[in-house]
């Protein structure tokens, strides 16, 4: 997990509910990347970030879901409205300022949503 | 369609005896592959990657991975498993140009018995 820093640790949200996930990455870095894990599942891909560009959010769902990377500060993952199929552990990852070659990226500790 | 497969959701061995997890992957371009392991209630750490040259790949924690391309494998073993070894374990594969965006297969949940 190498440094990239995941708030809140858990949150509980009622349904209809916002949630704000933040994520700052390693030190150096200037790419996120937000994945989900779902209860007995693998992680998936939702989106990819550079400072204050989209570069990838094939994996969103379409709607409620969205993501931002400012110039400055942390990357914010926002679920408006939640339902309890949110319910999940939402892990950002980080990686070095290059996409020609493949990078190893670093995961947070990961934020827990729970609605209830 | 790209995807990665872990024909193994649980395995129990003995402290002491070797593991093998497997991994198996279908993708178009060349593939770039991760193992990283999950401990519950925590975030994902990498144990190993292979991006090209030698096929066996060492890793932290006294694993390894061999990668064959024949076979579109890329399987995780351990000599010798420790208690401490308990946890999930997950095979990923990316590309080149895809930077970190990864596809993760299920997952194999690791029991170790004393």
């Known amino acids: 997990n190498a440094g990239v820093m995941q708030n809140p640790r858990h949150l509980v949200r009622r349904r209809g509910q916002e949630a704000r996930l933040r994520c700052s990455p390693m030190k150096g870095h200037s790419h996120v990347y937000w994945y989900r894990q779902l209860p007995e599942e693998g992680l998936k891909f939702m989106v990819y970030?550079?400072?204050?560009?989209?570069?990838?959010e094939s994996g969103m769902p379409k709607e409620r879901f969205s993501a931002e990377f400012p110039k400055e500060g942390p990357s914010i993952l926002r679920i408006q409205q939640v339902v309890r199929g949110d319910s999940a552990a939402y892990f950002c990852?980080?990686?070095?300022?290059?996409?020609?070659?493949?990078?190893?990226?670093?995961f947070g500790e990961g934020s827990w949503l729970t609605v209830v | 369609a790209q995807s990665v497969t872990q024909p193994d959701i649980h395995i129990t061995v003995s402290e002491g005896a070797s593991l093998e997890l497997r991994c198996n992957y279908s993708?178009?371009?060349?593939?770039?592959l991760f193992w990283y392991v999950q401990s519950p209630g925590q975030g994902l750490q990498l144990l190993l990657k292979?991006?090209?040259?030698?096929?066996l790949v060492q890793g932290i924690k006294g694993f390894e991975a061999e990668f064959k391309r024949s076979q579109s494998s890329f399987n995780l073993r351990k000599p010798s498993v420790h208690w401490s070894d308990a946890a999930e374990y997950f095979c990923a594969v990316g590309a080149y140009n895809q930077g970190g965006k990864l596809i993760f297969g299920q997952g194999t949940e690791l029991s170790v018995k004393p």
């Open positions: 990852a980080s990686s070095p300022p290059s996409t020609s070659v493949p990078n190893t990226i670093y």
């Open positions: 970030l550079q400072k204050e560009n989209i570069i990838d």
């Open positions: 993708y178009g371009a060349t593939p770039y």
């Open positions: 292979y991006f090209s040259g030698d096929t």
